[in-house]
């Protein structure tokens, strides 16, 4: 960020007063622009004992496969987003009144949360979007655990197979972090499954 | 916004080719700028069978009672913002190990989500922050319900109230949403609490 939105002066990043944290600010007049982490919402839908997967067209993890989530939008809220992606990566239609929040990842190391609704497609009725090469059914045997794109993805699928096991579906959640080595470290942070 | 941040070329609102949603957009640079929503993350601090609040001494809402709440920043999780929050505006120290998710709320009119965690109060050492006038304790009876600064506020106490006469806490997804006569609505949309 080099130059201001509203009037075009230069941009220095210092703390403003009052505040202790670095933060992008106007020289000229004085607006303070603040950065916050995004919102990832997607789906894990379910029809009959399979997991609806996409195999991605896009970078990053082309060709690995995923579960259908996009940044949540403006006006919207995060269950319409999650069916939003849902429909525009994997042309899939799933129903509203089936979904219940399963898992949120925090993963402060890129400024962004992810969250994830249990639900079942509505039918086979599915094709691949722009973003997707190929849409396609999984069963517990068939996931293919080494082509997943990415750490929310095993994570929640994992979690899914387990409870599905129990009949029981806790809402979970979990924080994601990279030691130095670049080692990624799950930690569950909360689950609706204890009372307290 | 008026003037790219990366080269102080006009900006103009529109709808870039492969979008389906209105952008800012450099006509210089052609850098789309994508807004997204905020979180917002706070506490449900509890000691014994008392709630603490904070009465604002900001607007909006100035003079009105709250729980512990502000912007999700970058770098942190949502629970290390929400007890960050609750340490700035309240003084309080709750213990990470003690959080619990319990209340999400959607506000898609101004592109926000609220989650507040479930927690207790390590001790009585409590004290108001530059952001609050005052803090202090309310059982059940006590609470000032006609006070509250906010909806999301309202509904996590009276949730509360009611999930510890059954002792579970379930997590609860909300959509808040204003009618064109200006009255809010609130549903419910998951809770964790029905297996499915």
Redesign the interface.
């Known amino acids: 960020?080099?130059?201001?939105?509203?009037?075009?002066g230069p941009?220095t990043h210092h703390i403003p007063p009052?505040d202790d944290?670095l933060r992008y600010c106007c020289t000229a007049c004085n607006v303070v622009?603040?950065?916050?982490?995004?919102?990832i919402v997607g789906t894990l839908p379910i029809y009959e004992d399979k997991v609806l997967l996409c195999k991605r067209a896009i970078e990053p993890r082309y060709g690995k496969w995923t579960l259908p989530a996009g940044?949540?939008?403006?006006?919207?809220?995060?269950?319409?987003g999650a069916i939003r992606e849902t429909a525009e990566e994997a042309g899939a239609v799933v129903l509203?009144e089936?979904?219940?929040?399963y898992t949120?990842f925090?993963l402060?190391y890129i400024?962004q949360?992810y969250l994830f609704?249990?639900t079942q497609l509505r039918s086979l009725d599915f094709n691949p979007g722009?973003e997707s090469l190929e849409v396609a059914l999984f069963s517990e045997a068939e996931i293919p655990w080494s082509e997943l794109a990415f750490p929310v993805v095993r994570i929640t699928l994992e979690q899914y197979f387990a409870d599905r096991r129990q009949?029981?579906?806790?809402?979970r959640?979990f924080?994601l972090h990279y030691s130095a080595e670049r080692q990624l470290s799950t930690f569950l942070?909360?689950?609706?499954n204890?009372?307290?």
């Open positions: 960020m080099k130059y201001c939105q509203h009037c075009a941009i009052g944290k622009f603040y950065q916050n982490p995004n919102n940044f949540m939008e403006n006006g919207e809220t995060t269950l319409q509203a089936d979904c219940s929040l949120l925090n402060p400024n949360v609704f249990h722009e009949s029981v579906f806790p809402v959640m924080d942070v909360s689950s609706s204890k009372s307290s």
